[in-house]
């Protein structure tokens, strides 16, 4: 199985600054087919998770453009230019390239 | 609008047997993968398994730990994704999302999501 590594597993920023998050995999996601599987979700409290990256750098429906992913192979990152009080949650990468699909542990992010 | 509205969690008792549905609304159904992940108490997301849709085979895959005890199926006819659970166990106790992959985008990602259902596995 793939075994998806993230860092840090805890974020605390202040608002306005940046953050990133990595994730490792260990082995390269990229499928056959071209496509490179890296998904990021954020799981805000109390809620359930949402798609907010998908295929390394493509942003879902109504994320903010202050949210990119970037990476390729088996190293990538999620980053937050500047950080809102709303962004408050953990983050998840998961690989999707084969079965089964894994997540990475999931980062925390407070905001000081 | 699209939407997707687990049912069936309950207090099962180890050894027991459960089966979660997952009714599809606002987009077409049959053409999309489906999967289920779980969430156990205050631990990060484990995907559980999908199944494909018919016309690129309808099969299913699952995760380890689930295997030979965990069933996805589906009914295209009624838009409904199940989840058979037998032989629960502690460590199954969970909140179970259905999501359905790339319903709204061209490719990749789990897009739509579930409310989420409660399994508690406990004598």
């Known amino acids: 199985d793939i075994v998806m590594t993230q860092s840090p597993l805890s974020l605390s920023v202040t608002p306005g600054e940046p953050a990133s998050i990595s994730c490792r995999s260990s082995q390269s996601l990229l499928h056959s087919n071209g496509y490179t599987y890296l998904d990021w979700y954020l799981q805000k409290p109390g809620q359930s998770p949402q798609l907010l990256i998908y295929?390394?750098?493509n942003r879902a429906s109504g994320v903010p453009d202050r949210f990119s992913g970037s990476g390729s192979g088996t190293d990538f990152t999620l980053k937050i230019s500047r950080v809102e009080a709303e962004d408050v949650g953990v983050y998840y990468c998961m690989q999707a390239p084969r079965t089964p699909f894994t997540f990475g542990q999931g980062t925390k992010l407070e905001i000081k | 609008e699209v939407q997707l509205v687990e049912s069936g969690g309950n207090l099962v008792k180890p050894g027991g047997s459960l089966r979660l549905s997952c009714a599809a609304s606002?987009?077409?159904?049959?053409?999309?993968?489906m999967n289920w992940v779980r969430q156990a108490p205050g631990k990060g997301l484990e995907w559980v398994g999908r199944i494909k849709s018919k016309v690129d085979g309808g099969t299913a895959d699952y995760a380890a730990p689930v295997i030979g005890r965990f069933t996805i199926s589906r009914d295209d006819s009624k838009n409904i994704l199940y989840l058979q659970m037998n032989s629960l166990k502690a460590e199954d106790t969970a909140v179970y999302y259905c999501?359905?992959?790339?319903?709204?985008?061209?490719?990749?990602?789990?897009?739509?999501w579930g409310q989420g259902t409660t399994v508690t596995v406990s004598s």
């Open positions: 999501t359905g992959d790339h319903v709204l985008i061209a490719v990749g990602g789990m897009d739509v």
């Open positions: 295929v390394v750098s």
């Open positions: 606002g987009f077409t159904f049959s053409n999309v993968w």
